[in-house]
């Protein structure tokens, strides 16, 4: 059973950086997507960014491309969110989640949630 541990969340101003971290354990299997979604208030949870096991394919939702960047160090089994030039529409909590061999995209399609890291942004 994989166990996903997220860190790094917080307050910050329109414009800052966050960078929020997520930690996994009990992993057995070698092919696998780990990403971040999201979910505001009154809203569904929803996809932020993407990672492949090797680190070598990357992808977001296009409301965050050029400002978040997600990446992996699989020495630590940690996958990391940095967040630049943060809005207020970013406000939410943000989920690690992991997916064995397939893409993760959909939250419907998730194996493994992390437990959740608030990240407010003021204006």
């Known amino acids: 059973q994989v166990q996903l541990v997220e860190s790094g969340g917080g307050l910050v101003q329109a414009g800052g950086s966050l960078r929020l971290s997520c930690a996994a354990s009990g992993r057995t299997f070698s092919t696998y997507y780990s990403g971040w979604f999201r979910q505001a208030p009154g809203r569904e949870r929803e996809f932020v960014a993407g990672?492949?096991?090797?680190?070598?394919?990357?992808y977001y939702t296009d409301s965050v491309k050029g400002r978040f960047t997600i990446s992996r160090d699989n020495a630590k089994n940690t996958v990391y969110l940095q967040m630049n030039s943060l809005k207020p529409e970013d406000t939410a909590v943000y989920y690690c989640?992991?997916?064995?061999?397939?893409?993760?995209?959909?939250?419907?399609?998730?194996?493994?949630w992390g437990q959740g890291t608030q990240v407010t942004v003021s204006s």
């Open positions: 989640a992991e997916r064995r061999t397939m893409m993760l995209i959909s939250a419907s399609t998730v194996d493994y």
């Open positions: 990672i492949a096991w090797s680190g070598g394919n990357t």
